[in-house]
């Protein structure tokens, strides 16, 4: 197995993962967000229904990976094609990586806001997020690098 198809791989299950936890496990979901003491305030039902969205944007790009493994389309074997499509799920896995940096700066929660970066199921967020960034970015530039 080649490195971009573990990576291709890798990006299927966490984007799928994501979908799961954020459009299924919603309930899941609000416990890991919410401080036990906050889950009876009014919100958190809008909360638990909104982190849907969340999945919503993370089932289509596990499918892209998914796709693009099983299928090897002839348009992936491209150097540019490959380039573009690791660098956007780079990106992706970036994005999400560098929405937890304010908050592991900060300390974590604080009181009831964010959630708790330095523990627990964000903790594995952040660190695997950080690392498919990585990953992702390697596939990308390597061939740029030959």
């Known amino acids: 197995m080649r490195f971009s198809d573990f990576v291709l791989f890798l990006n299927t299950l966490w984007f799928g993962g994501a979908f799961i936890q954020f459009s299924i496990a919603q309930s899941n979901t609000l416990k890991i967000l919410v401080p036990r003491e906050e889950r009876g305030n009014p919100i958190a039902p809008t909360l638990s229904a909104s982190v849907a969205f969340?999945?919503?944007?993370?089932?289509?790009?596990?499918?892209?990976?998914?796709?693009?493994?099983?299928?090897?389309?002839?348009?992936?074997?491209?150097?540019?094609?490959?380039?573009?499509?690791?660098?956007?799920?780079?990106?992706?896995?970036?994005?999400?990586?560098?929405?937890?940096?304010?908050?592991?700066?900060?300390?974590?929660?604080?009181?009831?806001?964010?959630w708790p970066v330095l523990k627990g199921p964000m903790l594995r967020i952040f660190v695997i997020d950080a690392t498919l960034f990585v990953a992702n970015l390697v596939v990308a530039i390597l061939p740029a690098l030959r």
């Open 54 to 114: 969340l999945g919503a944007m993370n089932l289509p790009i596990g499918l892209l990976s998914l796709y693009l493994l099983a299928t090897r389309p002839p348009f992936f074997g491209a150097h540019d094609a490959q380039i573009a499509l690791f660098l956007f799920f780079s990106a992706c896995h970036f994005g999400q990586f560098a929405y937890n940096l304010p908050v592991l700066m900060r300390g974590g929660r604080v009181g009831v806001a964010y």
